[in-house]
């Protein structure tokens, strides 16, 4: 009877553990709900893509068909970059879910962009800039360097070209004032990068911020002196140094509160940029 006992106990074990091992990995494939849309959660994204895609419009003084699909455009691209990045970082798992969601954002985006391409051939040169910044982001995530400043600042530019392309979707063509549109967005959108750093690391140094914000005021200055921007549009990038400056000031609150109260800031800042720089815009037309 022991000797029974012995040989029965761990037939029953065997198959015990093993059927549901097998139903677990079964139901990890099964309920990873590949129907479900991703949305990014880069809530400061979407704030940044709509104000340059704003400034763009003042620019252009006007609005089309071809300026709505611009927005859906860069909209799907940039939602096509979140399960692209999801999936990287997966490493050796294909995920369904990301690889069809991906696949549904690209596609249609890649549909308007070729519309508008045939429309504006001019275009293009954004998209190149686009892809870069996307390969770019994509091996930075590979790595894990997907959060370094260098990274950061490029995906930042690469977003801010919702500025000219809401300007060639509407025009049909590129300027110099455009060009200079979209690198004061970048700057003004990029200082953000620095102040945030404070908070994931309140040690941070205050150095490489304020060399930033010297290089890019140097810059803002130049768009102004060889009359690529107007002055009133250029002042806009004050907002950036007051908001670096009092931030600064109350940084040790700044680190502790809330990350509801980061986003008021960082969106009230956005919308008197944009305000500030469509006003400037308007007024060269009307007034």
């Not at 709505?68 to 879910?97: D, M, N, S, W, Y």
């Not at 931030?247 to 940029?273: G, K, P, S, Y």
């Amino acid at each position: 009877m022991q000797l029974d006992t012995s040989l029965q106990v761990p037939e029953a074990t065997e198959i015990h553990v093993s059927k549901p091992a097998s139903n677990k990995s079964f139901a990890s494939l099964e309920t990873q709900g590949w129907y479900r849309p991703t949305f990014s959660s880069e809530h400061g994204v979407y704030v940044m893509l709509l104000i340059a895609y704003l400034t763009g419009i003042a620019a252009a003084q006007g609005f089309n068909g071809a300026t709505l699909l611009a927005l859906v455009c860069a909209f799907l691209g940039f939602q096509a970059e979140h399960p692209i990045a999801l999936q990287i970082k997966q490493r050796k798992t294909l995920k369904l879910r990301f690889l069809i969601w991906g696949g549904i954002y690209g596609g249609i985006a890649l549909v308007i962009a070729l519309y508008l391409y045939l429309q504006a051939p001019i275009v293009g040169w954004l998209y190149a800039g686009a892809i870069a910044a996307l390969i770019i982001d994509a091996i930075a995530v590979f790595y894990r360097q997907q959060r370094s400043i260098l990274n950061e600042g490029m995906t930042f530019a690469a977003v801010c070209l919702s500025a000219p392309f809401a300007y060639i979707a509407t025009t049909g063509t590129l300027s110099l004032s455009i060009i200079g549109l979209w690198l004061l967005n970048t700057l003004f959108f990029s200082s953000a990068i620095f102040t945030l750093k404070f908070r994931k690391l309140k040690s941070h140094p205050v150095q490489p911020g304020a060399i930033y914000h010297l290089i890019a005021t140097l810059i803002v200055i130049a768009l102004y002196k060889f009359n690529v921007l107007p002055l009133f549009v250029v002042l806009a990038f004050a907002i950036a140094l007051i908001r670096y400056g009092v931030i600064l000031w109350q940084r040790e609150w700044f680190c502790e509160t809330a990350i509801h109260n980061v986003a008021i800031i960082e969106t009230t800042a956005a919308i008197l940029f944009a305000a500030v720089v469509c006003y400037g815009q308007l007024a060269l037309y009307y007034y």
